[in-house]
């Protein structure tokens, strides 16, 4: 048995694959590689293969994590050399690690998720920097999702806003992505006063409670 640990990058159309998709693809890519998928008991066994944090449609992604159980130890650097060629263009594996199977589940460790996001239309430089900081200075920021009320600042780590080369303005925010307590970037943009579909929001790196920073 063995526990490795995958991380990818998830760009163009995938963008718009959902987290059930994505973990159906994951599969599918797997018994094309001829990787021996550990699978659960019972009527319906399905491969133990966990993604560490869902990422909403239109997000890009240059970190995501997934968690897979093998009936057999394989090298990791065979592991992603097999499943190079059984995924879309669209996935690129960066990395492949060999996990303790004793563990935490993956999911259980996510801590907060990094952020980058690019503005698609012109905007005040300085008026958007006031807003970023009236916001961080504030105690709470009530809000509501799916009728329910809560405070959006304590999920707000960090948030930043940078020039690009160009002129033009983006944005770097670290939000919490723990078990019930997950910020989201558009609610963000929201209470910042900017259209979430004039961004591309990409979730750069996920981090988790065995890291630092």
């Known amino acids: 048995m063995m526990r490795a640990r995958i991380t990818f990058s998830k760009q163009g159309a995938l ?11 994951w599969e599918r890519a797997m018994r094309r590689a001829n ?18 944090a869902a990422l909403p449609l239109g997000f890009s992604s240059l970190g995501e994590v997934l968690d897979v159980r093998f009936n057999a130890e394989i090298p990791t650097e065979e592991i992603a050399a097999r499943l190079k060629d059984s995924l879309p263009p669209d996935i690129q594996i960066i990395r492949v690690e060999s996990v303790d199977e ?25 008026e958007l920097t006031r807003k970023a900081e009236t916001l961080m200075k504030s105690e709470s920021l009530p809000r509501e999702r799916r009728n329910k009320f ?54 750069t790196r996920l981090i988790f409670q065995t890291e630092k920073t």
């Open 15 to 25: 963008r718009y694959t959902g987290h059930l998709d994505l973990h159906r693809l």
């Open 150 to 203: 809560y405070d959006l600042r304590p999920l707000i780590e960090t948030l930043n806003v940078l020039t690009e080369a160009d002129g033009k303005f983006w944005l770097q925010m670290k939000l919490a992505a723990r078990d019930g307590a997950t910020g989201r970037p558009e609610e963000v943009l929201d209470a910042l006063g900017i259209e979430p579909e004039y961004t591309r929001v990409e979730r």
């Open 102 to 126: 004793r563990e935490p589940a993956l999911q259980t460790q996510v801590l907060s998720a990094a952020y980058d996001v690019h503005l698609t239309e012109p905007v005040d430089g300085s």
């Open 35 to 52: 990787l021996p998928l550990s699978y659960s008991q019972g009527f319906h066994p399905q491969p133990k293969i966990s993604i560490a």
